[in-house]
């Protein structure tokens, strides 16, 4: 959270044992058992995956679930910058999906 300050409106609110953290109104990343997990696009993905990171995972109703956050990177996490240029990444990724949440709610499409 210290390294992230200078994000305006930046909140943690607890969340699956650990903590969501929020730019304003937008889920953007998960602090949990000492990781850090960013919202990622189709776009954003394969900078973490490039990098051997994986998706979060939980438990619900007894089956695994996987989200579209994935660990941020050692190397990036150690430099306040970088960090900063991901979150911020995280933080569009996070608005882009739910823009487009509130789009297909309006038209009446489900979306999983």
């Known amino acids: 959270m210290d390294q992230l300050r200078v994000l305006p409106e930046l909140r943690a609110k607890p969340m699956f044992g650990g903590y969501g953290l ?3 109104d937008q889920f953007f990343g ?3 058992q ?15 995956t ?9 438990e619900k109703a007894r089956r695994p679930t996987t989200l579209n956050y994935f660990e941020v990177p ?3 996490l150690e430099n306040r910058e970088s960090l900063l240029a991901w979150a911020q990444l995280a933080v569009a990724s996070a608005s882009v999906s739910a823009r487009s949440d509130r789009k ?3 038209s ?3 979306t999983a």
Request: proline fraction near 5%; hydrophobic fraction near 35%; charge should be positive.
């Open 22 to 24: 929020y730019q304003s």
């Open 30 to 32: 998960i602090l949990i």
């Open 34 to 48: 000492g990781r850090l997990y960013f919202k990622t696009d189709e776009q954003t993905r394969r900078a973490y």
């Open 50 to 58: 490039e990098r051997g990171m994986g998706p979060f995972v939980y």
């Open 74 to 76: 050692p190397d990036v």
């Open 104 to 106: 297909a709610s309006a």
């Open 108 to 110: 009446g499409s489900i």
